[in-house]
C-alpha cells in the first residue's frame, strides 16, 4: 500500500515483536477509558518500539478500536513521536530562545556539517539521529546538547568534533 | 530533620542534575559513610534555588552557608575542611562580581537581596520527595482550615480579595475564574493544572513542580472544594521527566496519607488527582487545545465561547490554573487576602517568577514583587549583562511578545505597564540580549518557532505566519527589498486581527516589535548592507592556519605561511575562527 507521498507502507502487525506487543497490550488493557489515553499508549508503544512505524499504529487503532486515520493524525500532530527509526544515539540540540541567542544555531550546523545529515535524519551508518528540541530547561547551562540522556552544556562549536568521537569510540 | 546536626543541601533541580550533581550527592553520602558521619549529618536533595547558573549548588545548614559550581571532586574537601574542621571553602563561595568580594550568605547576594518568594517559598529547603518536609513547613495547613473551616464560597472571596491573577499569560483574576466554575451547573466538575509551559526559555513552572510538588496538589484540591470538583488532572510536558517523576511520587504520598483520596481531613470532600502526558505541543499550552489533548486527541483549539468553566474537559465544567497561579493560593488561604494585596501595584498584586536566562550574568529564577523595574532585575538581580558587553533588548512574553529596549528599563512592571510599552508579561520567560544579538535573525527565529507550532486549523496563522517567514528568510538571505517590509507589518496585523487562537493572534508579535524599535537592521538587510559571513584580512593573515583547523565546516583553506580565504556561501559565522585568530586578521560580519 502507499501512503499520500506515494511511498510504500508496511502495514503487516505480524512483523512486530510480539514481546513488546504482549507488554503494550498489558498497558493497553490495564487503562479504562482507552480512548481518552491514546497518547499514553502512544507514549508506551514509543517507548518499546523506540518509534511508531506505520504497522504499529495500525495495530494500536485496532486494539483501541479507533479509525487507523485518527491514530496517525495523532501521532502526526505531536513533534514527541517518530514515526521513523532512531539511530543509536540521538543527539538533540536545544533550541530555546535562551540557547539561540547563545549561539545554538551555529552549533546545530557545526553538527549536520559534521555528520552530513539534516534535522530529523538519521547517519549513513545507523550511529546518530540529529534533531532539535525545545527548551530543556537548563539554561543556565546554554547552549545545551543532549546525547541521549546525558546533558552537555556550555557546548562550543570546537567541541562538537570530540562530542561525536567520543561515541564513536565507544562503540 | 531534627536528629542531625548539620544538613547539606544539594540541589537537584534539572539544571544542576545535568551538571552532575546526583553524583555529588552520592559522594556526598558515600563519603559521610566512611568518615562515621552519616548519623550526624543528613544529605538532602532539593529542588532549584534558582540560582542555576551557578550550579551545581551546595548548601550547609544550619550555617548558611552557599557554595557554588561545585564539582563531584570538590565533595571530600567540603567534609573534611567545612563539615569537619568547620573553616569555609573559600574558593567555592559566590564572588560578587561587583565587589570582587567572596560571600557566604545567600542572603547578600544581589541575586536574592531583591527577591521576594511566594511561589518559589520551598524550593531549595525542603526535599520534594518527601512529604514529611513539606508538612513541616505548614504544609496541608491551608488545605485543612480550608476544609475544616470555611464553606467554599469563602474561598473563592479570599482568592478574589486577594487579587490573585493567571500567571500563565492571560492575567484572569483566579477567583473570579473560579467562581464562574462554582456556578456552572453539573455535578461532575474538573481542576486542571497547566504545566504545559510551552515558551521555550522558560523553566518556571517545571521548578516548581520540581522543588514543591505539594503545594500544587494541595492548591488543586482547594481550588476542587472551592468550585465543586473531585476530580484533578496536572497536564504536563513529556519534556519534563524529572518533574512527572516527583509529582508521582507526590501523589501517592499524599494518597497514603489521606491527603488526597476519599474523605479528606473527616469532612466529606473527595478529591485525587491524575497525571496526563503532553507530548511536543506549543499550542497545548492553550487551554481549550490543551482539554482537546487531553481527550486523547490533536491539540487544537475551539472558539471560546463556551469557556472551559462552562464546558471543558469531557464537556464538563472545568478549572484550568497555570502552576505559578496554584502555587500563590496556600500562602493567600494561610496569610489572608490583604496581605497578598499589599505586594505589587494597584493592578497587579503579588509576586511574578521571571526566568531570567540568555545574555546576563546571572541566569536563573528570580521572584519579584510585581512593580520592579527591569533595571532592578537584569542589572541588580542579573548582575548585568556578560562579558561587559552592551545591553540591546530583553524579550518577554516569548513567541508571543516583544522586545523591551533601554528607553523602557525603568517601567515599574505589571500586565498593563508591560503591554504599554509593546510587549507582554506572558508566563515569565525574560531573555536578554545584548549588542552581538541580530533582532531580524531573533524576529526569524521565533517565526520559526510558531509557524512550526501553528496547530494549521485556521488559515492566517497556519499560511500566514509562513509567508512571513519567507519574508524574512529572503531578507536575510539578501534577496529582499524595501517592498517586503511593508509587506511584514500589513501581514502581521492581519493575522493578529483574523486568527483563531492566542497563538495566532500573538505569532506576529516579535517581528512587528522589532520592526519598531530596530528599523536600520530590516533596512540594511533590504537594502543588501549586510554580509552574512566572516571575511580575513589578507593583510593581516600570516597563515598559521588556525581558523582552518578550527573552522568546523571547513570552509577556510590556504596554504601555511599564506593568506586563508572563507568561503563565504558555506560559512555559518560561528565565529570560531575569529576567536583562535591571534593576529586580528577575521573580520566580523
Ligand atoms: C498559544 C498559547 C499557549 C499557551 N501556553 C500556556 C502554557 O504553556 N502554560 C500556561 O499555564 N498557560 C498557557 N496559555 C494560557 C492558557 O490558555 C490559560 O489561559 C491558562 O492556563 C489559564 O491559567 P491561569 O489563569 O492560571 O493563568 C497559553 C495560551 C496560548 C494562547
Ligand atoms: S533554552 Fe536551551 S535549555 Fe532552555
Redesign the pocket.
Known sequence: MKNTKGKFVDLDTKKLDIEKLKELDAYIESLEDKEGNLIHVLHKGQSLFGYLPENLQLYIARKIGLPASKVNGVVSFYSFFTQKPRGKHTISMCMGTACYVKGADKIFDAFKAELNVGNNEMTEDKMFTLKDIRCVGACGLAPVVLVDDKVYGHVTVEQVKEIIDKYRKED | MSNYRMHVMVCAGTGCEAAESKIIIENFKEELKLKGYDQEIQVVKTGCFGFCGQGPIVKIQPDNVFYVKVTPADVKEIIEEHIIKGRRVERLLFEDPKEKVKLEKHDNMDFYKKQYRIALRNCGFINPEDIEEYIAFEGYEALGKVLTEMQPEDVIEIVKASGL????????P?GV?WGFTKNSPGDEKYVIC??????PGAFM?RSILEGDPHSILEAMAIAGYATGANSGIVYIRAEYPLAIKRLEIAIDQAREMGLLGENIFESGFDFDIILKLGAGA?????????IHSMEGCRGE?TKKPPFPAESGYRGKPTT???????ANVCPIILKGSEWFSSIGTETSKGTKVFALAGKVNNVGLVEVPMGTTLREIIFEIGGGICDGKKFKAVQTGGP?GGVITEKDLDTPIDYESIKEIGSMMG?GGMIVMDEDNDMVEIAKFYLDFTQD?SCGKCTPCRIGTKRMYEILERLTNLEGDMEDLEKLVDLGNMIKDTAL???G??APNPVLSTMRYFPEEYEAYAKREKTKSYRIDPEKCIGCTLCAKACPVNCITGKVKEAHVIDESACIACGACFTVCKFDAVIKP
Open positions: 491573577r493567571g500567571r500563565g499569560g492571560g492575567g484572569f483566579a475564574k497547566n504545566a504545559d509551559e510551552g515558551d513552572d506549543f499550542v497545548c499550552g492553550e487551554e481549550t487545545a490543551l483549539p484550568v490554573n497555570n502552576v505559578e497561579t496554584l508571543s508566563s507550532e487562537c492566542g497563538l493572534q500573538t
